[in-house]
C-alpha cells in the first residue's frame, strides 16, 4: 500500500512538472513560464508609419503675384472657404517693382485732350488710352507701360521720329507686384486648387517661395 501511494506521488510531481514546461500545451496566463515568453525583445521592435506621416507633412509652396491687392482681398476669404487645406498667408511687398508709363502730360481740359487724341489718330499711332478719371493724371494721354525703362526709352524715340514731340517716360509703382499671396498646403492640392482659385486672373504668375534664410 506505501509502496503504491509513493509512486502515485512521484508520477503526480512528474505530471505537474511535464505540465509547467509546457509540454501539454500552454501553461495558464501568470505562470513564470508564460511571462517569460511573452517579454517583447527590443532588438526586434520597429517603429512603423514613419512613412505615412512624412508623406502627410510634406508640402509644397506657391507664391502668386501679378493680382491687384483689392483682388487678393476679394478672392482670400473665398479660398480659405473653399480650399480649407490649404493655408494661405498675404504679404505686402515693402518694394514693388516700377513699370514705365510713356504718356503725353495732362493738357487742362477734356477740348484739349481730344484736340490731341485727334493728332495722333492723323499721325497713325496705333494705339493711346485718354484718362478721364479724376486725379493728376485727369486728361494725360497714355500711349505704353513698359517694364523696364529701356524699352518705353526706345518707343519714345519711335514716336518722336513720327512726330510725337510731347511724350515723357515717367516711373510709377506697378501696384500688381505690390501684392503677394503665399499659398502651401500637399503638393497635388496647390497645383490643383490654385489653378482653379486663379483662372479668373489672366495676370497672375505663380513661382517658387523663396527660400528662408
Known sequence: MLRTVFFL?????LLLFAWTQ????????????????????PEKLRVIGSGASSAQSEQNCRLVTGV?????????????????????????NDAPKNI?????????NKLAADKKSAELKKLEIPAFTLILDEGPDQFAILLGAFNSELAAGEYLRELAKRGVRSAKVQARENPLDKAQLEVRGPPDLVARQ????????????????????
Open 9 to 13: 506521488l512521484v508520477l503526480a510531481n
Open 22 to 41: 509546457g509540454y501539454f500545451g500552454v501553461p495558464a496566463d501568470g505562470r513564470e513560464p508564460q511571462r517569460l515568453n511573452n517579454q517583447l525583445a
Open 68 to 92: 491687384a491687392l483689392s483682388e487678393f482681398q476679394r478672392l482670400l476669404p473665398l479660398a480659405k472657404e473653399k480650399y480649407p487645406e490649404l493655408r494661405l498667408a498675404l504679404k505686402l
Open 100 to 108: 514705365y508709363w510713356l504718356l503725353i502730360p495732362p493738357l487742362g
Open 194 to 213: 490654385l489653378a482653379e482659385l486663379l483662372q479668373s486672373q489672366a495676370a497672375a504668375k505663380a513661382g517658387d517661395c523663396p527660400t528662408a534664410r
